[in-house]
């Protein structure tokens, strides 16, 4: 018999139960189940709009389902996680733990929901339709073996950057990447706490925030390209966790260039495989990569809707 819990916060034995999860899926599925932003809100126990819902099998003390309701700053993100053993039931919790995600919603105003799913099947299909969500964005996850190829680096034009400076760079980071991604629903808008967020996390490490000034016509950012490594992964992974070129300097070949940058630093600090995601329409972006070296490691799917408020 499954049992489901409701918590609007975390205690540590909840965060432990629910970590626990994640890391039989992450080892099962080969990557995380969860992005960023749902991972920090688990980690600090839920802030403001977080609704963290378990399923558990009776006299069980490890969740076989996790899904977590999460506030951005004008969407609400989903997540869900089914313990490997228990992907045959994955349409009965799924639809139980959504369907109460949504409700939460809704009684809070309701509003703009991102629903991410990584290696999409039917069921999540399904799932999503229970909702009244649809297909939106799809991301490709792109791997690369570190080093990169000699002859990748000398075919690169080559640029100077420098290292995140904290104290000091935040105003221009914030102001490149917010301009760079107008019309992101996740990575758009950005506040100096988003930013302190990332920069309290284990992982934070300013000398991997590789920045391009220009002098021209006066000393400004022109872009960035945000590493993130993992040596307790195996391979070791080095993720191009955010790159962007301000709007005023795109075409000009600085994403490859700063692609190519971050991909240096993270072979440099004992990174043996690059990634990064790419929407599945961007070709030029995707030909880009594909130059550098990346092949598609898999697909993520969006499925997005409106609640209503109730």
Same mark, same amino acid.
């Given at each position: 018999?499954?049992?489901?819990?409701?918590?609007?916060?975390?205690?540590?034995?909840?965060?432990?139960?629910?970590?626990?999860?994640?890391?039989?899926?992450?080892?099962?599925?080969?990557?995380?189940?969860?992005?960023?932003?749902?991972?920090?809100?688990?980690?600090?126990?839920?802030?403001?709009?977080?609704?963290?819902?378990?399923?558990?099998?009776?006299?069980?003390?490890?969740?076989?389902?996790?899904?977590?309701? *999460?506030?951005? @700053?004008? &969407?609400?993100? !989903?997540?869900?996680? /089914? #313990?490997?053993?228990?992907?045959?039931?994955?349409?009965?919790?799924?639809?139980?733990?959504?369907?109460?995600?949504?409700?939460?919603?809704?009684?809070?105003?309701?509003?703009?929901?991102?629903?991410?799913?990584?290696?999409?099947?039917?069921?999540?299909?399904?799932?999503?339709?229970?909702?009244?969500?649809?297909?939106?964005?799809?991301?490709?996850?792109?791997?690369?073996?570190?080093?990169?190829?000699?002859?990748?680096?000398?075919?690169?034009?080559?640029?100077?950057?420098?290292?995140?400076?904290?104290?000091?760079?935040?105003?221009?980071?914030?102001?490149?990447?917010?301009?760079?991604?107008?019309?992101?629903?996740?990575?758009?808008?950005?506040?100096?706490?988003?930013?302190?967020?990332?920069?309290?996390? *284990?992982?934070? @490490?300013? &000398?991997?925030? !590789?920045?391009?000034? /220009? #002098?021209?016509?006066?000393?400004?950012?022109?872009?960035?390209?945000?590493?993130?490594?993992?040596?307790?992964?195996?391979?070791?992974?080095?993720?191009?966790?955010?790159?962007?070129?301000?709007?005023?300097?795109?075409?000009?070949?600085?994403?490859?260039?700063?692609?190519?940058?971050?991909?240096?630093?993270?072979?440099?600090?004992?990174?043996?495989?690059?990634?990064?995601?790419?929407?599945?329409?961007?070709?030029?972006?995707?030909?880009?990569?594909?130059?550098?070296?990346?092949?598609?490691?898999?697909?993520?799917?969006?499925?997005?809707?409106?609640?209503?408020?109730?």
């Amino acid at each position: 018999m499954i049992k489901f819990e409701i918590k609007r916060s975390m205690t540590p034995s909840d965060i432990a139960a629910v970590t626990g999860l994640l890391s039989v899926v992450e080892t099962a599925d080969s990557h995380r189940p969860l992005n960023d932003h749902l991972s920090i809100d688990l980690r600090h126990g839920g802030r403001t709009g977080f609704a963290g819902l378990i399923a558990w099998e009776t006299n069980s003390a490890n969740p076989v389902a996790y899904c977590q309701v *999460s506030r951005g @700053n004008d &969407s609400w993100a !989903l997540g869900l996680v /089914v #313990d490997p053993n228990h992907r045959n039931e994955t349409l009965q919790l799924g639809a139980a733990l959504l369907s109460e995600a949504t409700k939460i919603i809704g009684s809070e105003g309701g509003g703009h929901v991102h629903w991410w799913v990584s290696d999409p099947a039917p069921e999540h299909d399904e799932l999503a339709s229970k909702i009244d969500l649809h297909a939106g964005r799809s991301l490709l996850q792109m791997h690369v073996l570190l080093p990169l190829k000699q002859k990748v680096i000398a075919e690169t034009k080559q640029i100077m950057t420098q290292s995140f400076r904290v104290g000091i760079d935040e105003a221009s980071w914030l102001t490149v990447n917010n301009r760079a991604f107008a019309n992101h629903p996740e990575q758009g808008d950005w506040t100096i706490e988003t930013l302190m967020s990332r920069s309290n996390e *284990s992982w934070f @490490n300013a &000398s991997g925030i !590789l920045l391009h000034y /220009v #002098d021209q016509p006066s000393h400004q950012l022109a872009g960035f390209c945000w590493t993130k490594l993992d040596k307790l992964s195996d391979p070791h992974l080095g993720e191009i966790y955010i790159i962007a070129v301000d709007p005023d300097h795109r075409n000009m070949g600085l994403g490859s260039s700063l692609t190519v940058a971050g991909l240096n630093y993270l072979a440099s600090a004992g990174a043996t495989t690059g990634m990064l995601f790419v929407d599945k329409d961007n070709a030029v972006a995707i030909a880009t990569y594909l130059k550098l070296g990346f092949a598609i490691h898999h697909q993520e799917q969006a499925f997005v809707g409106d609640i209503a408020a109730s």
